[in-house]
């Protein structure tokens, strides 16, 4: 059974950044694509980025794209976000997940809260 684990996440100003970590354990994590979402209040959750087990291919919402980046090491068992130029509208929590099928992703973290002020 996998496990995921987010952090990073914090306050800060418009225009700022931040890290987002995303560690895995009990599973063969650098086979799998991975992806972030983001549930910001009263809305759905959403995709936000994700990247290929190999890391060479990534994908973004049009929302984040420019100013995020997905990133992993699958040495360290770890999937990262990087997010610049963050705006009032990027507050939400943040997930990691696991592609499990096409279209489809299983073994949710926890989430890390991001709140971004203006």
């Known amino acids: 059974q996998a496990q995921l684990v987010e952090s990073g996440g914090g306050l800060v100003q418009a225009g700022g950044s931040l890290r987002l970590s995303c560690a895995a354990s009990?599973?063969?994590?650098?086979?799998?694509?991975m992806g972030w979402f983001r549930q910001a209040p009263g809305k759905e959750r959403e995709f936000v980025a994700g990247?290929?087990?190999?890391?060479?291919?990534?994908k973004y919402a049009d929302s984040v794209k420019g100013r995020f980046t997905i990133s992993r090491d699958n040495a360290k068992n770890t999937v990262y976000l990087q997010m610049n130029s963050l705006k009032p509208e990027d507050t939400a929590i943040y997930y990691c997940?696991?592609?499990?099928?096409?279209?489809?992703?299983?073994?949710w973290g926890q989430g890390t809260q991001v709140t971004v002020s203006s």
């Open positions: 997940a696991i592609k499990v099928a096409e279209n489809a992703y299983g073994y």
């Open positions: 009990g599973r063969a994590f650098s086979t799998y694509s």
């Open positions: 990247i290929s087990w190999i890391g060479g291919s990534t």
